[in-house]
């Protein structure tokens, strides 16, 4: 088979199972006794086990194979969950994580794997018991209840015979549970199974060492089918005897699966039959861009049909287009939806995070997640993960103390750390809170200053959220030391970088002994926003709501100067002012000649600035399109869009005015 053809799909399988491990892992720690929990955990290790193994990642296979000895000894109970074997299998999985980087880039031959491999079979092989009695009767005795011995002898004819089939594998055998299959469907031709010790589910699910026993009724030698089994790769060897039913003990209840029974699917419900089908389906995401770009084509022409059936006043026209658009919206609803992603495909990765740093740091902490079922857009979810990581490295670095500092001024040892996610809107917003001692304001004055970012007469004028604020300044750390988990210099200038490409917005707030919080406002989708449509002179723009608080009407008279800048009074405070027309370079505006001024309030964090406009138009939903490599760069830019008449409306990003 073509490999390229099913890697995608295998690679997203195996990232779904290598988290899954990480958060039981992190379950098994705190619940060691939780059968459940190890349960999990095996059928999580087998399945990418599995997988690789027939995908021909040797490597990740023997990984996930070292440690599914190690977790069945623990699931028999011939080993104990220690911190010592969890810390083993964290570091198996991270092995895993290196190597699931490297398929497909091709670098999995030059990953080196013998060290975790003699690790783990180090605890395998000296930990190793003996058979348990209940081992062995599962695979020296299988016997029949009374129920079952009728059965068989109402199916035994002159020719047709019981057999007890016991087949060995290799004890290198990967991939027991499919071994198994191939055996039984290689018998199933040549008649009827009665019983497998194992049951059939155990076999599946590789719950037995490596051998198992059939009992089959079958008119073929019993020579034949041994020969028969003998060529299933991975067999050692097999031992076939006809036996009598009459002279096997009877077992009181039922063990194993007994599959006589006629199968009976035409009487069966329908709805029983279909209740195990998939209701979902794995879809590239590149669809998915190319199905949300042709329902933006759709929004776009909307817009067109839209303007001349405004034009024409034809009736049964507008009735269409009215109609076109309700469809329209259900359409852009459900594409979007499907595109849309649960924060917790980020979130799940946190808790490993601060467990391993916490450790190293020698710090405690509770780690508090919360909203992690909010949904964002795949786009912007594939993005996040690193400033969010980012801000937690911050947090549990220079925000929560250490076990002693916590105590000398009263708090509990162990800190706090919350992870927020909800929607608010067309927004979500995403917080990250510590109890730790807050940002030192003068030590980031006191930074700036030195590295010259400000001067003493310019820090004078500065508020606390301006100051605050210089730690988005490139390059800018308060670390005194270089450590695994910050002071390298790059800091939260990357982090704004990042969620504002993405149209979003990061805020600081602290209290001095008491935390931190970092709050990120995100669209909820990339491709089609929410916007308000202004006019300045001829020229038609787009501002994104999420940026415009309120819009209102101001009185040439009640505009003033302060400072060389226009201000006005709103809600009893003083709104600074800036006409558009300036920061756009537009000739021919004509608000300079109005007593009744349009101005759109934009805000950026606690700032606010009240932006003069010439008219305000409308709202409307608008498809961003990218402005590309040439002219993607200009500040206050943020993309542009096609309107109803074909015309081209730059959509601005105010942020940066505010």
Not at 409 to 419: D, N, Q
Not at 484 to 503: F, H, N, W, Y
Not at 590 to 618: A, H, P, S
């Amino acid at each position: 088979m073509e490999i390229s053809d099913y890697l995608r799909v295998f690679m997203d399988e195996c990232q779904e199972h290598l988290q899954s491990l990480n958060s039981a892992l992190l379950e098994l720690e705190s619940h060691p006794g939780n059968a459940e929990i190890l349960n999990s955990i095996f059928r999580s290790a087998h399945t990418v086990k599995g997988a690789s193994a027939t995908m021909g990642f040797n490597k990740m296979a023997s990984v996930t194979h070292a440690m599914e000895d190690i977790l069945g000894l623990l699931r028999r109970g011939d080993l104990e969950v220690t911190p010592e074997i969890i810390n083993l299998l964290f570091d198996a999985v991270d092995v895993l994580e290196v190597l699931a980087r490297g398929i497909p880039e091709g670098r999995e031959a030059d990953i080196e794997i013998t060290g975790i491999l003699q690790r783990l079979k180090e605890y395998s092989s000296s930990e190793q018991k003996t058979p348990t009695a209940k081992d062995r009767r599962r695979k020296l005795d299988l016997r029949y209840t009374k129920e079952e011995k009728e059965q068989i002898k109402e199916r035994l004819t002159e020719t047709k015979k019981l057999y007890h089939i016991h087949v060995f594998l290799k004890e290198d055998c990967l991939l027991k549970g499919a071994r198994a299959f191939m055996i039984l469907r290689e018998v199933e031709n040549m008649g009827e199974i009665a019983k497998t010790i194992p049951s059939a589910k155990e076999l599946e699910d590789e719950q037995f060492r490596f051998d198992f026993i059939i009992g089959l009724l079958s008119e073929e030698p019993v020579e034949k089918v041994v020969a028969a089994i003998e060529k299933v790769l991975d067999v050692e060897k097999v031992e076939g005897t006809a036996v009598s039913i009459d002279e096997i003990p009877d077992e009181r209840r039922g063990y194993g699966d007994f599959v006589l029974q006629e199968k009976k699917e035409a009487d069966e419900p329908a709805q029983s039959r279909l209740g195990t089908t998939s209701l979902t389906v794995r879809v590239d995401i590149r669809k998915l861009d190319e199905l949300m770009n042709l329902v933006a084509e759709l929004v776009i022409n909307r817009g067109r049909l839209e303007q001349i059936s405004s034009e024409l006043q034809n009736r049964e026209l507008e009735e269409s287009v009215e109609t076109l658009n309700r469809l329209l919206l259900r359409l852009q609803d459900d594409v979007l939806q499907t595109r849309m992603v649960a924060v917790e495909h980020v979130f799940s990765r946190f808790p490993r995070l601060v467990r391993d740093l916490t450790r190293r740091a020698g710090k405690q902490v509770d780690l508090v997640i919360t909203g992690a079922d909010t949904e964002l857009d795949r786009t912007v979810i594939d993005e996040i993960g690193d400033p969010l990581v980012h801000i937690i490295r911050n947090a549990l670095d220079h925000g929560i103390e250490a076990p002693e500092e916590r105590r000398a001024v009263g708090k509990p040892e162990t800190g706090r750390l919350e992870v927020n996610a909800y929607q608010a809107g067309n927004q979500v917003i995403i917080t990250v809170s510590d109890d730790g001692k807050g940002i030192d304001r003068e030590k980031v004055a006191r930074v700036a200053l030195n590295k010259g970012y400000i001067t003493e007469e310019k820090l004078a004028e500065m508020s606390e959220e301006e100051i605050i604020n210089l730690l988005f300044l490139p390059g800018f750390s308060t670390s005194e030391k270089v450590t695994d988990v910050s002071g390298r210099g790059v800091g939260m200038d990357v982090v704004r970088e990042r969620i504002t490409a993405l149209g979003g917005t990061v805020r600081v707030t602290s209290q001095r002994g008491e935390g931190t919080t970092v709050t990120i406002q995100l669209p909820l989708t990339l491709a089609i926003i929410q916007t308000l449509m202004i006019e300045v002179g001829s020229e038609i723009y787009a501002i994104p709501t999420t940026l415009v608080e309120q819009t209102i009407s101001v009185n040439r008279n009640e505009i003033h100067r302060l400072h060389q800048q226009e201000v006005t009074t709103w809600r009893g405070e003083v709104l600074p002012l800036v006409r558009l027309q300036d920061v756009l370079e537009v000739e021919d505006a004509k608000n300079l000649e109005y007593d009744e001024l349009d101005v759109v309030i934009v805000r950026n964090g606690e700032r606010r600035l009240g932006c003069v406009v010439d008219t305000l138009l409308r709202p409307q939903d608008v498809v961003i399109k990218s402005l590309g490599d040439y002219l993607g760069s200009i500040p206050g830019i943020a993309g542009a869009t096609i309107l109803g008449d074909g015309r081209v409306a730059l959509i601005l990003d105010l942020r940066n005015v505010a």
